[in-house]
């Protein structure tokens, strides 16, 4: 055993498109928004044209896979009907799959009936699910049947409520127990394939992300592969006093952090950038020898 395999004491694969996956080396999650509100690229990729530079782009800088979202989930975003949802995503979908029939697709949704839709129309291959199930009773079950990686984050409340004043008695034990929760539920209904997302900016105050960054490894006890969405959200750019457009260089540094505390998988707007942090920190890991 070597030092990496020390290291990451989790389950390190996954299986997307038939074959396995290796997570010993962190992996980069490219976000493609089709949507008109997301708090930093919303509106941005509304035509096909659009969207496939944008893809084509994270491809090229090393993007691993891509995570596909027509939900909102801003603080305060505003809920849309599940057909509009669907609606949204087809073309982005229908673009990747014809261009680039190799790359493994996420989509982030929380409604089965999506999570059924995109797998079997456009094989899809994981399920990202910021409500971690609790907000449609037939996911589970659904991503079970589908046989597809499913990712489960932690949220306080909903993205309408998320962010009114965030309490917890104790934060690290409060999402410990929502994941061994879940879990058990999740492993019960047959799905095998399990990310954990610890939900930063997801009905958390600056602090409390700040917190679950600096013992992102207590999540280990899980022995999943845990991926971090840190890119450019508030939480960076309140304390550096700029926005979300300014947040790069923040975001790259909290990537960094990340890394070096266990993430797998990065979730990312900026592709290159978060291939560098990674090369660079399993370089500081794992030197080689000589």
């Given at each position: 055993?070597?030092?990496?395999?020390?290291?990451?004491?989790?389950?390190n694969?996954?299986?997307?498109?038939?074959?396995?996956?290796?997570?010993?080396?962190?992996?980069?999650?490219?976000?493609?928004?089709?949507?008109?509100?997301?708090?930093?690229?919303?509106?941005?990729?509304?035509?096909?044209?659009?969207?496939?530079?944008?893809?084509?782009?994270m491809i090229?800088e090393?993007?691993?896979?891509?995570?596909?979202g027509?939900?909102?989930?801003?603080?305060g975003?505003?809920?849309?009907?599940?057909n509009?949802?669907?609606?949204?995503?087809?073309?982005?979908?229908?673009?990747?799959?014809?261009?680039?029939?190799?790359?493994?697709i996420?989509v982030?949704t929380?409604?089965?009936?999506?999570?059924?839709?995109?797998?079997?129309?456009?094989?899809?291959?994981?399920i990202?699910?910021?409500?971690?199930g609790?907000?449609?009773d037939?996911?589970y079950?659904?991503i079970?049947?589908?046989g597809?990686?499913?990712i489960?984050?932690?949220?306080?409340g909903?993205?309408?409520?998320?962010?009114?004043?965030?309490?917890?008695?104790?934060?690290?034990?409060e999402?410990i127990?929502?994941?061994s929760?879940?879990?058990r539920h999740?492993r019960?209904?047959?799905?095998?394939?399990?990310?954990?997302?610890?939900?930063?900016?997801?009905?958390?105050?600056?602090?409390?992300?700040?917190?679950?960054?600096r013992?992102?490894?207590?999540?280990?006890?899980?022995?999943?592969?845990?991926?971090?969405?840190?890119?450019?959200?508030?939480?960076?750019?309140?304390?550096?006093?700029?926005?979300?457009?300014?947040?790069?260089?923040?975001?790259t540094?909290?990537?960094?952090?990340?890394?070096?505390?266990?993430?797998?998988?990065?979730?990312?707007h900026?592709?290159?950038?978060?291939?560098?942090?990674i090369?660079?920190?399993?370089?500081?890991?794992?030197?080689?020898?000589?």
């Amino acid at each position: 055993m070597n030092d990496k395999d020390t290291f990451f004491s989790k389950k390190n694969t996954l299986r997307l498109r038939g074959k396995i996956t290796e997570l010993s080396d962190p992996k980069i999650m490219g976000v493609l928004n089709v949507t008109p509100d997301s708090f930093y690229d919303g509106g941005r990729y509304t035509n096909k044209q659009l969207i496939i530079k944008k893809v084509s782009q994270m491809i090229t800088e090393g993007a691993d896979m891509i995570d596909v979202g027509a939900f909102s989930s801003r603080p305060g975003a505003v809920p849309i009907p599940e057909n509009d949802e669907i609606k949204r995503l087809e073309p982005a979908l229908d673009e990747i799959r014809t261009n680039y029939p190799d790359i493994p697709i996420s989509v982030d949704t929380f409604r089965a009936g999506v999570a059924k839709y995109v797998v079997k129309q456009y094989d899809v291959n994981i399920i990202n699910d910021i409500f971690a199930g609790t907000a449609d009773d037939n996911m589970y079950k659904t991503i079970a049947d589908l046989g597809v990686p499913y990712i489960i984050m932690h949220m306080k409340g909903t993205p309408q409520n998320m962010q009114k004043n965030p309490v917890y008695d104790n934060l690290m034990k409060e999402i410990i127990l929502f994941f061994s929760e879940r879990l058990r539920h999740i492993r019960h209904s047959g799905i095998h394939d399990i990310i954990i997302d610890p939900g930063f900016g997801f009905g958390k105050t600056i602090e409390h992300n700040y917190t679950i960054l600096r013992q992102l490894d207590a999540f280990k006890i899980f022995e999943l592969p845990v991926m971090v969405g840190l890119s450019r959200k508030s939480f960076i750019y309140k304390v550096l006093k700029t926005v979300p457009e300014e947040s790069l260089n923040g975001t790259t540094v909290l990537n960094t952090i990340a890394l070096i505390n266990g993430a797998s998988i990065l979730r990312v707007h900026d592709v290159k950038e978060a291939k560098e942090a990674i090369r660079l920190t399993q370089m500081y890991l794992y030197p080689t020898n000589g």
